[in-house]
Nanobody
Framework: VQLQASGGGLVQAGGSLRLSCAAS????????MGWFRQAPGKEREFVAA????????SYADSVKGRFTISRDNAKNTVYLQMNSLKPEDTAIYYC???????????????WGQGTLVTVSS
């Protein structure tokens, strides 16, 4: 499956952004989807994951209550709505796909190219 992330940009602290990740090549609903992020000098970290039909969702503690993951299987797209953004949310955000549930980067076989989110203070 091929993944294309978009929606990143520059936003002030307290603002919102919505990231999108469009999938192609395979049956999208067969894959669970995740969002990860990597800040400069840091390891890639888990942000959120959603199961095949959206029945199971998981968030990193650092984004709970502020970020919302969702998917539209008819559009082959997964979204990450990010509210109340903080400077520490600044990172490259990646979408990922796999057929097995997981919250670590090593568990995901397919990756998009990343989209940069910059939150100014």
């Amino acid at each position: 499956v091929q993944l294309q992330a978009s929606g990143g940009g520059l936003v002030q602290a307290g603002g919102s952004l919505r990231l999108s990740c469009a999938a192609s090549g395979r049956t999208f609903s067969n894959y669970l989807m995740g969002w990860f992020r990597q800040a400069p000098g840091k390891e890639r970290e888990f942000v959120a994951a959603i199961s095949w039909k959206g029945g199971s969702i998981s968030y990193a503690d650092s984004v709970k209550g502020r970020f919302t993951i969702s998917r539209d299987n008819a559009k082959n797209t997964v979204y990450l709505q990010m509210n109340s953004l903080k400077p520490e949310d600044t990172a490259i955000y990646y979408c990922a796909a796999d057929t097995v549930w997981g919250t670590t980067a090593l568990q995901y076989a397919y990756w998009g190219q990343g989209t940069l989110v910059t939150v100014s203070s």
